[in-house]
Nanobody
């Protein structure tokens, strides 16, 4: 599967952005999908995950209640709605896909990656 992330940009603290990740291929619905982020000088960090059907999600504690992951298996797209953005959310955001559920919060547990989209939150 090939992944193309979009939707990043510059936003003021307290604002919102919606990231999209479009996937190629006919079997998108068979992939577990996730979002990670990487700030300058830091390791890549797990943000959110959604199951193949969309019925199960998981978030890192720092975004719970502010971010929502969702997917549309007809449009082959996964989304990350980000509300109440903070300066510490500034990072490059990557979407990821996998077929085996293992080590969700570890990048090594994900086999496919998009190119990343920059999110900058000004305070």
């Amino acid at each position: 599967v090939q992944l193309q992330a979009s939707g990043g940009g510059l936003v003021q603290a307290g604002g919102s952005l919606r990231l999209s990740c479009a996937a190629s291929g006919r079997t998108f619905s068979s992939y577990d999908m996730g979002w990670f982020r990487q700030a300058p000088g830091k390791e890549r960090e797990f943000v959110a995950r959604i199951s193949t059907s969309g019925g199960s999600t998981r978030y890192v504690d720092s975004v719970k209640g502010r971010f929502t992951i969702s997917r549309d298996n007809v449009k082959n797209t996964v989304y990350l709605q980000m509300n109440s953005l903070k300066s510490e959310d500034t990072a490059i955001y990557y979407c990821a896909a996998r077929t085996t559920i293992l080590k969700t919060a570890d990048p090594v547990g994900w086999g496919y990656w998009g190119q990343g989209t920059q999110v900058t939150v000004s305070s």
